[in-house]
């Protein structure tokens, strides 16, 4: 992979070469980006980092991210450039290969909703800064900020709201359950929960604005869901 830094004042790029991987999981490139450059007078400026997704291997998602954790270019098989403006300040940057992200959506009010993969940082001010409450349910309702992946949660929002999270792949997920009712999250994929011993579940409800039944799980959302007995719940999108 290269990237190429353009100035507005300049003919030519400048460019680093970065050697594509192999497949160990996962990789991190960092980047440090002066758009001013070394032209003066140190005004407002604008840099393009560009790349050849012909030089990615086949195995990891490429993305890239701010060094705060924003995700600004989510796929970059399909977005080949980004833009970087600012004064004569340095923008540092995280080139990314490895599991995809994931977008949450989260609607004004409350929404009931899970991790679809194991985050880089399970802090509820960083996955959802513009969150206002979280809760957990273990026997009674438990505000928290700290959201793991299988979990389900209540989280509260004063505005439609989109975040994208990075982390690793979570394909399957098994929890022992007491009987009765508890508030469970679901894996990276759409799933038909089971148990062991089997047929220990007597209902599940997702809510979208208003409580519904089904059987199936999907990756982001939380349910509600009742075991006859005790009994070993599994998730498995393996």
Not at 37 to 65: C, Q
């Amino acid at each position: 992979m290269k990237t190429e830094l353009y100035s507005i004042e300049n003919d030519g790029p400048y460019a680093t070469f970065i050697q594509k991987n192999g497949e160990n999981y996962r990789f991190q490139w960092q980047l440090s980006v002066n758009p001013h450059g070394n032209i003066m007078p140190p005004t407002i400026r604008t840099a393009v980092l560009s790349w050849d997704p012909s030089s990615f291997n086949n195995i990891h998602a490429y993305f890239l991210r701010k060094q705060t954790g924003e995700v600004v270019v989510k796929n970059m098989r399909e977005t080949k450039t980004y833009k970087v403006t600012g004064d004569d300040s340095e923008q540092k940057f995280i080139i990314e290969a490895g599991y995809p992200p994931e977008d949450i959506n989260l609607n004004s009010g409350w929404d009931m909703i899970s991790l679809p993969i194991i985050p880089d940082t399970t802090d509820l001010a960083s996955l959802f800064p513009e969150a206002v409450i979280a809760y957990a349910f273990d026997q009674s309702y438990q505000e928290t900020t700290q959201l793991k992946p299988g979990k389900g949660y209540w989280i509260k929002t004063t505005s439609n709201l989109t975040y994208t999270i990075t982390g690793q792949a979570f394909d399957y997920y098994s929890i022992n359950l007491s009987q009765g009712w508890h508030l469970i999250g679901c894996v990276n994929d759409t799933v038909i929960p089971r148990t062991n011993p089997e047929n220990q579940i007597s209902v599940i409800y997702g809510f979208d604005n208003f409580y519904y039944i089904t059987n199936r799980l999907e990756k982001g959302k939380a349910y509600w869901i009742k075991v006859k007995e005790s009994c070993e719940l599994i998730l498995d999108a393996r």
